[in-house]
T-cell receptor, first 111, second 112 residues
Framework: QKEVEQNSGPLSVPEGAIASLNCTYSDRGSQSFFWYRQYSGKSPELIMFIYSNGDKEDGRFTAQLNKASQYVSLLIRDSQPSDSATYLCAVRGSGYSTLTFGKGTMLLVSP | DTAVSQTPKYLVTQMGNDKSIKCEQNLGHDTMYWYKQDSKKFLKIMFSYNNKELIINETVPNRFSPKSPDKAHLNLHINSLELGDSAVYFC???????????FGPGTRLLVL
């Protein structure tokens, strides 16, 4: 059974701070990793994906992957109240497989 | 210019009824999916179709039957609705199975 674990939160940070969201996964053969953001009552929207160990930056967002530790994280710099949402980690296993989602971490950014 | 659309947006019905949800994508993608998101916000894959062929069928009751008339459409028919079917159902699509998925707006199903 492939599992993706996230702390459900809420994670509360003040505006302007760095928010750090973490995710661990059980399938050591996992190949690709995605972060989705879901506002309340809306559909998930892709923020970033990462395939290789290390960091990948896109604007205020940085995804970090450590396959040896089976760990992926998302850093949000200069957090804004509009970043308040649930962040879903999704992992694709090896071979011909689909995405397994974590239960999401709720982020609250206070002004 | 909606990328992935679903109808209806809301569906309220009685136990035992049969209902359908429709999904269309205009992105030219080959692969489409149905997900269920329960009240605890857990998003779980139900089905995946690639070029109109069923390729993934997770452990879903056979009351749920997907149909793909062409690669731009994937519909979900649910027979004999139960209280536990109440959830948000999301359709998604991707260029191919291994690629990034884009979600529709969701259909909120409430079974009374």
């Amino acid at each position: 059974q492939k599992e993706v674990e996230q702390n459900s939160g809420p994670l509360s940070v003040p505006e302007g701070a760095i928010a750090s969201l973490n995710c661990t996964y059980s399938d050591r053969g996992s190949q690709s990793f995605f972060w989705y953001r879901q506002y309340s009552g809306k559909s998930p929207e892709l923020i970033m994906f990462i395939y290789s160990n290390g960091d990948k930056e896109d604007g205020r967002f940085t995804a970090q992957l450590n396959k040896a530790s089976q760990y992926v994280s998302l850093l949000i710099r200069d957090s804004q109240p509009s970043d308040s949402a649930t962040y879903l980690c999704a992992v694709r296993g090896s071979g011909y497989s689909t995405l397994t989602f974590g239960k999401g971490t709720m982020l609250l950014v206070s002004p | 210019d909606t990328a992935v659309s679903q109808t209806p947006k809301y569906l309220v019905t009685q136990m035992g009824n049969d209902k359908s949800i429709k999904c269309e994508q205009n992105l030219g993608h080959d692969t489409m999916y149905w997900y269920k998101q329960d009240s605890k916000k857990f998003l779980k894959i139900m089905f995946s179709y690639n070029n109109k062929e069923l390729i993934i069928n997770e452990t879903v009751p056979n009351r749920f039957s997907p149909k793909s008339p062409d690669k731009a459409h994937l519909n979900l028919h649910i027979n004999s609705l139960e209280l536990g079917d109440s959830a948000v159902y999301f359709c998604a699509s991707s260029p191919m199975l291994q690629e990034t998925q884009y979600f529709g707006p969701g259909t909120r199903l409430l079974v009374l």
